[in-house]
């Protein structure tokens, strides 16, 4: 599955943002996720959605910023990002997930797409 990660761009602090990943008819039954990697610093899950967005989590420093949603007839998995923050700054990819849902563990993910670089100016 080729999975394409846009959206991405400079911002400033408080601003918002929308990520789109393309993933293909053969993830509609897939849980996804949204990850990212700052410079210097350790991939970090940020939101996942099930395969019919009925179940979605969050990490808690993007919980009430973040909606992860994902429209099936589309196969695009969004990321909304509001109030963004300095910290928010980084590569954000989508990665399929081996399930019908998605993990905090990378390693339950099958394919990941080429990412997006957010940038937030304080």
């Known amino acids: 599955v080729q999975l394409q990660a846009s959206g991405g761009g400079l911002v400033q602090a408080g601003g918002s943002l929308r990520l789109s990943c393309a993933a293909g008819?053969?993830?509609?039954?897939?849980?996804m996720g949204w990850f990212r990697q700052a410079p210097g610093k350790e991939r970090e899950f940020v939101a996942g959605?099930?395969?019919?967005?009925?179940?979605?989590t969050y990490l808690d420093s993007v919980k009430g910023r973040f909606t992860i949603s994902r429209d099936r007839a589309k196969n695009t998995v969004y990321l909304q990002m509001s109030s963004l923050k300095p910290e928010d700054t980084a590569v954000y990819y989508c990665?399929?997930?081996?399930?019908?849902?998605?993990?905090?563990?990378?390693?339950?993910?099958?394919?990941r797409g080429q990412g997006t670089l957010v940038t937030v100016s304080s």
């Open positions: 008819r053969t993830a509609s039954n897939n849980g």
């Open positions: 959605i099930s395969w019919n967005g009925a179940s979605t």
């Open positions: 990665a399929k997930s081996r399930t019908s849902y998605s993990s905090t563990d990378y390693s339950q993910y099958t394919s």
